[in-house]
């Protein structure tokens, strides 16, 4: 969370080691991640709570996943999996039984748990990942830019092109291989070239516009409802099945679990606006023809005045665990 040091990130840095959560220091503290993440106080104190769950269950566990928060998306995925322990083994007051259970094959799930029925559900975790496509959409947004600023100068023997830099207007001199104009190598031309006059690389130069752009695009809900969408609900429905079928044991209580991503902002009930659970169904109908999949559960967690919301949504497909809502 602490790429690059500015003035800002120090007070950041500052009010997270003043807050009382010693579990999310130790495990976050080390890494660079490019977003917003460990920004908000409140989400920083419930990770804690769901880090010491899993931790006080079963810390031989908790131990041997330390490893996995390299990367945003690691990160997310573990988080997801705490997530859901909490959810099941806290809120809901339901036994964990078992961590990483074998599942179909020589795949693993990634828990069970006894419903209030005494009945065990293997349980698989999916965490659908907006962040990469985000990313990928505003780098080529920006690498469309640079590339209609090319002209072409030259079209034979040699195809030579000029190109304006972004930082000092000098026009820079290039090459191509035909005018044909690739995308991907014209891509990875400007991706190198370095302007003659400022020293500066072309596309380097953009590098922190991008990143802001893609932690603002990343907190706001708009994107996901809005137009350029590239991944909807849908498509994160549809990798999870797709993913999970393969991993469960046929004939067991299969639980596919996919927990919004809180960074994204996806919004209120976005799961819950698929059709009441009717687009869930079709999803699973077309990637699970055997039935493997007993039940699917969206959670959406949320943070708002009075603190944070567990919001879940359970699809049976032929049926549900049974739960003490209650609570809720
Ligand atoms: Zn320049």
């Known amino acids: 969370m602490f790429g690059l040091i500015t003035n800002v990130d120090m007070k950041y840095i500052n009010n997270i080691l003043k807050q009382n959560v010693p579990l999310f220091v130790e495990l976050f503290n080390a890494h660079e991640y490019k977003d917003d993440f460990g920004h908000s106080p409140e989400w920083n104190e419930e990770m804690e709570q769901w880090l010491s769950f899993v931790k006080s269950i079963n810390p031989t566990w908790y131990e041997s996943n330390k490893s996995r928060v390299n990367t945003e998306k690691q990160r997310d995925e573990l988080l997801g999996e705490y997530k859901s322990l909490y959810y099941f083994g806290k809120i809901l007051g339901c036994k964990i039984t078992q961590f990483e259970p074998a599942g179909n094959n020589n795949k693993k799930n990634d828990y069970a748990f006894y419903d209030k ?57 290039i090459k191509l291989s035909s005018f044909e104009f690739k995308q991907e190598e014209v891509y990875e031309i400007i991706k190198k070239t370095l302007c003659n006059k400022c020293k500066k690389n072309i596309w380097h130069f953009s590098e922190n516009e991008r990143a802001k752009l893609k932690k603002e695009r990343l907190s706001k809900p708009q994107f996901i409802n809005g137009e350029g969408r590239s991944y909807s609900d849908r498509d994160a429905v549809e990798d999870a099945v797709k993913k999970s079928v393969a991993q469960f044991a046929k004939g067991r209580n299969n639980l596919l679990f996919i927990p919004h991503n809180m960074f994204a902002g996806i919004g209120t009930g976005l799961f819950t606006a698929m059709n009441g659970g009717t687009t869930v169904m079709e999803v699973v109908k077309k990637y699970d023809p055997e039935g493997i999949i007993t039940c699917v559960c969206l959670l959406d967690v949320q943070l708002d005045e009075k603190g944070i919301k567990f919001i879940p949504v359970f699809v049976p497909i032929l049926k549900q665990p049974l739960v003490n809502n209650e609570k809720l």
Not at 146 to 151: E, H, P, T, Y
Request: aromatic share 8%; hydrophobic share 25%; charged share 30%.
């Open 117 to 173: 029925g005494n009945e065990e559900w293997y349980t698989e975790v999916k965490s659908p990942s907006w962040r990469g496509e985000v990313s990928k959409e505003i780098n080529s947004s920006y690498l469309d830019k640079l590339k209609q600023n090319i002209v072409i100068t030259e079209s034979w023997p040699e195809c030579k092109a000029e190109i304006t830099c972004p930082n000092c207007s000098n026009v820079i001199e």
